[in-house]
């Protein structure tokens, strides 16, 4: 059976997500976001040793790691969207290996990486790879994001130019766009920069700080 739903020219829909199809993206792509809450999975699996490896041989440019510090209304909620077989003390032990790999490749690579924090509420997960873009989706499961649906897009083969979310994400999305397919990739890019640059989410950040000092 085949590991999609359906595949046309620059989209394709998985069921769960296409492990090979992101390590193929992750060995062409000079710029990486990762807007994905977690990373514990990649501080022992073939994504993160990929890009480690990329890091290393500097043929990545930029990684982009949002990382996420949840806030306390909807900690626990969504830790069980996250994990949901898991207890909530051990879900917190993967946040910690989550914060010690980024951490470890921002003090390797201070250049490269760029980690930011972010306290606002994870819609999707979001991987934006280079030219293509892999969307999941949290839900009320007893199944996590990876076993779920996933969008695959490919920039290039929807008519759109090389770099361009990439771009979006740098400089911001323009605010008027003819079309369609532009307006809908664009929200995602949207969700990423909002994550990291809204002054009001790194203000909570720093309130929680102050908090727990």
């Known amino acids: ?13 998985h069921f769960g997500l296409n492990t090979n199809a992101l390590l193929n993206a992750i060995k062409r792509a000079d710029a990486i976001v990762l807007h994905a809450a977690i990373y514990s999975n990649f501080a022992d699996n073939a994504v993160g040793q990929l890009l480690l490896q990329r890091l290393q041989n500097a043929s990545l440019k930029q990684l982009t790691l949002i990382k996420l510090e949840p806030t306390r209304p909807w900690q626990d909620e969504f830790a069980t969207i996250l994990r949901p077989e898991m207890p909530l003390q051990d879900i917190e032990q993967l946040y910690d290996i989550s914060r010690h ?34 969307i999941g989706h949290y839900a009320h499961s007893n199944c996590t994001s990876a076993q779920g649906l996933w969008l695959e897009f490919d920039i290039l083969g929807l008519g759109i130019a090389p770099n361009t979310l990439i771009d979006w994400f740098d400089t911001g999305v323009p605010s008027e766009q003819n079309s369609a397919v532009a307006i809908a990739l664009g929200r995602y890019v949207e969700e990423c920069r909002r994550a990291v640059g809204d002054l009001w989410y790194q203000s909570l950040i720093e309130l929680d700080k102050g908090f727990n000092r």
């Open 1 to 13: 059976m085949a590991s999609y739903l359906f595949s046309e020219p620059g989209v394709q829909l």
């Open 101 to 134: 790999w980024c951490a470890e490749l921002k003090t390797q690579f201070p250049e490269a990486v760029n980690l930011m924090s972010t306290q606002a509420l994870p819609l999707q997960p979001i991987l934006l790879i280079g030219d293509k873009l892999f």
